[in-house]
């Protein structure tokens, strides 16, 4: 028996935006490891499988238990809300490989992040050079997180902001937004995405001046726009620049 380990992406919650390329490896494994909130949204895919799931199990130990298995001959799946190498468990995967310089086979299938679906419920707010923020600083320290806002608002990115809120770090959110305001107008269009394709989805359209009064909670990502990002019937739009090249909504010349 040839033991590996997939590390899968679930998407952002809803089965349906699951691909069809995780539901694979997901019925082809043996064992599935993963946090518990996001296997609870899967349970029909776990009948018959053994289940490694808690919520107090720390990731470093989850993933140790990954190689305990695959090293016994086991296809382990891995999994991870979202894109499984964007705040999540591939890198970590791959750190205690190279640790305990395993030759275990490592694959990563990817999925719909959160920074995709939520784009796609705001209309097109991406469109441009964007950049993710997470404000989590469990692992990264705050004076980092901090330089680096700086440098993508002054930089005009489009912001996707992760992990916004906590219950340990209610203000974060406040002085990140502060930062964002020595850079762009109270009125730039913000993008707040609650729990997105989930059942309790909530997405509203705000702006820099008023972001702080929508709820934002440890399951909402924030996308705010570049300079040039404009609001139209309830939708969030960077334009990536067709209109100066191609002149549209004039009248195209007629052609001969
Ligand atoms: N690997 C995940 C990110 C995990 S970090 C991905 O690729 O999306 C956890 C953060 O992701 C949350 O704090 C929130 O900011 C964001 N997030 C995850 N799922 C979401 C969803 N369905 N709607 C909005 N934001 C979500």
Redesign the pocket.
């Known amino acids: 028996m040839h033991g590996m380990i997939t590390v899968v992406g679930t998407g952002?919650?809803s089965t349906d935006h699951i691909t069809p390329a995780a539901l694979r490896s997901i019925c082809e494994a043996d064992v599935v490891i993963g946090y518990s909130t996001y296997l609870d949204l899967l349970p029909d895919l776990l009948v018959g499988k053994e289940v490694i799931s808690s919520s107090m199990m720390q990731e470093v130990n989850r993933c140790r238990a990954a190689f305990d298995e695959a090293e016994k001959g086991r296809r382990v799946v891995m999994v991870?809300?979202?894109?499984p190498g964007?705040?999540?468990m591939a890198g970590l995967i791959f750190e205690i490989a190279a640790e305990r310089n395993s030759s275990i086979e490592i694959e990563v299938v990817p999925g719909i992040?959160?920074v995709n679906?939520?784009a796609a419920r705001l209309g097109a707010p991406l469109m441009h050079d964007f950049a993710t923020v997470s404000l989590s600083d469990l692992l990264t320290p705050w004076e980092t997180i901090e330089r680096r806002l700086h440098a993508v608002a002054a930089a005009d990115f489009v912001i996707a902001i992760?992990?916004?809120k906590s219950k340990k770090r209610a203000e974060h959110i406040a002085l990140a937004r502060d930062i964002l305001l020595q850079y762009r107008n109270p009125e730039t269009p913000v993008g707040i995405?609650?729990?997105?394709?989930?059942s309790d989805e909530r997405i509203i359209l705000s702006d820099l001046g008023h972001m702080l009064d929508a709820e934002i909670t440890?399951?909402?990502?924030i996308i705010v726009g570049n300079s040039l990002t404009f609001t139209w019937h309830g939708k969030m739009i960077t334009p990536r620049g067709y209109r100066g090249k191609y002149r549209l909504g004039e009248e195209q010349p007629k052609s001969e």
């Not at 991870?80 to 894109?83: H, L, Q, R, V, W």
């Not at 440890?218 to 990502?221: D, R, V, Y």
């Open positions: 952002p919650g991870s809300g979202g894109d964007i705040y999540a992040a959160a679906s939520c992760y992990n916004p995405v609650k729990a997105a394709t989930r440890m399951q909402t990502t």
